[in-house]
Structure formats: C-alpha cells, structure tokens
C-alpha cells in the first residue's frame, strides 16, 4: 500500500460530463506564475547558463560568501535593468539571483 493519502476538503465540483472532483478552493495555482514574461525568460536564461557553467551548478553554493555574491549581483543587475541596458537579460539576472539567495539562505537556515 502506498503511503500517500488523497487529500479530500469535502467540497466537490460537478462537470458537464459527470466527473467529480475535489475543489481547488485554498490551494495554490502555481499556474499563475506563467503569465507574463517571467517563466520563458528565467527559462531561457538558466539555459544559457547551465550550458556555460552547468546544470544546476549555483545550487552547490554553501555559505556566506555566495549568498553576498547573489545579492551584490541582484543589485547590480537591478540597476542595470532599471538604467535600460539592454546589453544581457538583467531582469531575468535579477530574478535568477533572487531567487538563489532565497534558496541558498533556506539551505543554510536548515543546516543550523
């Protein structure tokens, strides 16, 4: 037997052809999070960069030096952005920095 439960709220949804499913009421549309540009152009540049340093090479990073790193270059790449360069993508290198300092500071969080 598996050792997952399907979840149930108690409410249902009834469709045209008789399917029954629990509601989505509460839960998180993660979908949302692919409107706009933000998901393809973090996409394509974590692309570039897994082909120059490889994949998933920034989740090896482990401590204090790089989480400053990812925020001196979010800054920097915020700045950028905001000043009209358009020399590299630099809001999705603000975001891709973003969100590895969010990621590293949970894993050192973690390890304390």
Do not use: C
Not at 33 to 58: C, M, Q, V
């Amino acid at each position: 037997m598996s050792k997952f439960e399907v979840k149930d709220s108690g409410k249902r949804e009834e469709y045209k052809g008789g399917m029954v499913r629990d509601t989505a009421d509460g839960k998180i549309n993660y979908a949302l999070a692919l409107d706009g540009p933000l998901f393809e152009r973090l996409s394509i540049h974590l692309t570039k960069a897994a082909k120059k340093y490889g994949r998933g090479n920034w989740l090896l990073a482990d401590g204090e030096e790089e989480l400053k790193r990812f925020k001196d270059s979010a800054v920097r790449h915020f700045f950028q952005w905001y000043s009209g360069m358009e020399d590299e993508d630099h809001f999705s290198a603000t975001i891709f920095n973003l969100n590895a300092y969010e990621y590293l500071k949970e894993k050192l969080n973690q390890n304390e």
